[in-house]
């Protein structure tokens, strides 16, 4: 499959300045050097590699100029690919980057799939599985911290501690192996002690990446945070308030938010998938009655609930009905319009949450804004969470087989207490061993690899 040469767009799709065509293959150079005419007149395929050159591409049947590019030409192996490996920098102009695209593809070149780049990479050996999928978590990424956890794992973080994992498996299976095949020398105590101690220490260090999953989970993608309150009560005006900007439409109207409005922000380097949700409440509007059960539906997800009141009116029966769809959530309840008359009794919040739950402000005066940051810093990670060099597991994928292998492993522990025989241990530790191989491609089938990379982008 990797004998053909590939091409693809590297740019988003659109008007820009400059756009980019990547080219990979064997027959990178010699393709380049039949469209492109440099200003020196020299053949690139005799240029140094990893060297930038000014020139035009030139159709060859018509000698016609499609456009003044400059040309970056890397020779494989010390390339994304290992490959050969040109990129033509071009105008940014739809119809341009197509007629480079179209001319380039004319030469024989195939079209390449998505992620197909990356996939070279990883079936190359450049990268890992793991590492390939940092990638498109690179270019995903919506906050900071997600930003910093992909760079982390790109840079091999969490391949570096499977692979030690995986290499004491090995060693466990190779003692048990040799005990097997050398029985004259009575390891059968020793292999049972040693297997019993190795596996206990593997199953704290696997327990340990599982329970990363979470907070890892929360660094891909945001705490999940939902704004919760009776129609007309800010939770628009806090959404704008937290962005600094005015995204969501705010009216004295009450239902003028009807669908959840999602948002990413990072506060006090805390990061947060934020909605604004429908006010809750009972309504004859069939369209506001499906923005409330989205609201109720959001509740359940997410990892936070900021509720919102209204300081100068008393508890409504609205309130007391999201008070009930909370319970069992973390929740922080927002007090808001300090500024007017006070009507709400504080105490008949108490009854409802815990005093430090509390918190109360005046999105319109820009009053107690700080507090709630300060409280979201204090709540999730003390605010000051580290991703260099340190392995969280942010794929879903990873943690499945991470859980599969803590399943291998305890059922290792079972046979042990069993007595069972030793190539029963040996099976199980292989199959530990498998299972973390998955997260590196070592041990993946193609079905999984293809899947992966049909995710990512054309260019990618």
């Known amino acids: 499959m990797m004998d053909h040469t590939i091409a693809a767009i590297a740019t988003p799709p659109g008007i820009g300045g400059i756009g980019i065509i990547r080219i990979s293959g064997g027959e990178a150079l010699s393709i380049i050097d039949q469209i492109f005419k440099s200003k020196s007149n020299k053949k690139l395929v005799e240029q140094p590699s990893h060297t930038i050159h000014y020139g035009w591409i030139i159709n060859p049947d018509t000698e016609e100029i499609i456009d003044e590019v ?16 040109v990129e033509i920098n071009c105008h940014g102009g739809r119809i341009v980057i197509q007629k480079v695209l179209q001319l380039v593809l004319q030469q ?18 450049r990268i890992d599985l793991s590492q ?27 391949s570096e501690k499977v692979r030690e994992l995986r290499q004491e498996l090995l060693e466990m299976i190779a003692h048990i192996e040799a005990s097997i095949d050398y029985p004259e020398y009575d390891m059968e105590e020793l292999t049972y002690e040693t297997v019993e101690n190795n596996t206990k220490e593997l199953l704290q260090k696997v327990h340990y990446l599982i329970q990363t999953a979470d907070t890892g989970r929360m660094i891909r993608e945001g705490i999940q945070t939902v704004i919760v309150g009776k129609p007309n009560v800010g939770k628009s005006s806090l959404l704008n308030a937290l962005l ?6 705010v009216t004295d ?58 300081a100068s009116t008393s508890i409504t029966e609205e309130d007391k009905q999201i008070f009930n769809l909370i319970q069992g959530k973390q929740v922080i309840v927002l007090i ?17 949450v815990n005093k430090e739950q509390v918190l109360e402000l005046s999105v319109k005066e820009d009053l107690g804004l700080d507090q709630l940051e300060d409280r979201l810093k204090e709540l999730f990670f003390s ?34 207490s069993l007595a069972m025989p030793e190539d029963c241990l040996s099976i199980d530790l292989q199959s530990a061993y498998e299972y973390l191989g998955e997260i590196t491609g070592d041990t993946v089938g193609e079905s999984i690899i293809n899947q992966i990379f049909s995710q990512f982008c054309l260019g990618k």
């Open 70 to 85: 400059l040309v970056m030409m890397m020779k494989g192996p010390h390339t994304y690919t290992r490959e050969d490996v």
């Open 108 to 125: 024989g070149v195939q079209l390449a799939e998505p992620g197909e780049f990356t996939k070279r990479a990883f079936l190359n050996g």
């Open 132 to 158: 390939a999928e940092a990638v498109i978590d690179i270019i995903n990424a919506q906050t900071e911290l997600s930003l910093q956890s992909s760079i982390s794992q790109l840079g091999g973080t969490l």
């Open 244 to 249: 600094r900007e005015q995204r969501a439409i």
């Open 253 to 310: 109207i009450p239902g003028t938010t009807r669908d959840v409005l999602e948002e990413y922000l990072t506060i006090q380097g805390v990061p947060l998938k934020i909605m604004d949700t429908a006010g809750i409440r009972d309504t004859v509007d069939i369209v506001e009655q499906i923005g409330v059960e989205k609201s109720k539906e959001w509740i359940e997800k997410a990892d936070l609930v900021l509720v919102m009141l209204d």
């Open 336 to 352: 808001n319009k300090t500024d007017l008359p006070r009507k709400l009794n504080i105490e008949d919040v108490y009854s409802y």
């Open 383 to 416: 605010g000051d969470i580290q991703v260099k060099d340190h392995v969280f597991i942010t794929n879903v994928r990873h943690k499945d087989s991470l859980l599969k292998a803590k399943k291998s492993l305890e059922t290792v522990l079972e046979t042990i």
